[in-house]
């Protein structure tokens, strides 16, 4: 694992090591690499929500529409 080094005011500082002992993280490296993961999580959903929005209008959905997902999500095949 490599190591980082950043420095923080006070402030920063304090709201940190207040997250890490309230939280029950054991370091406020736990603390800064579970942010990290966060953000990459919500990256990777903003560029699928921006990926869906740019792509071809699909045709409208019904009720037949979610009963074929229900029915897929069940491991039945509809035919």
């Known amino acids: 694992m490599s190591t980082m080094n950043i420095s923080l005011p ?3 500082k304090s709201f940190v090591d207040e997250q890490v002992s309230g ?3 054991g370091t406020s490296s736990e603390y800064v690499r ?3 993961r966060k953000d990459q ?3 990777s959903l903003r560029k699928l929500l921006l ?3 740019s792509s071809a209008a699909a045709e ?3 009720a037949n529409y979610f009963d074929s997902l229900r029915d897929r999500a069940r491991g039945l095949r509809s035919k």
């Open 10 to 12: 006070e402030s920063l």
């Open 23 to 25: 939280r029950g993280y």
């Open 34 to 36: 579970e942010l990290i």
């Open 41 to 43: 999580d919500r990256l």
């Open 51 to 53: 990926d869906g929005a």
């Open 60 to 62: 409208p959905v019904d």
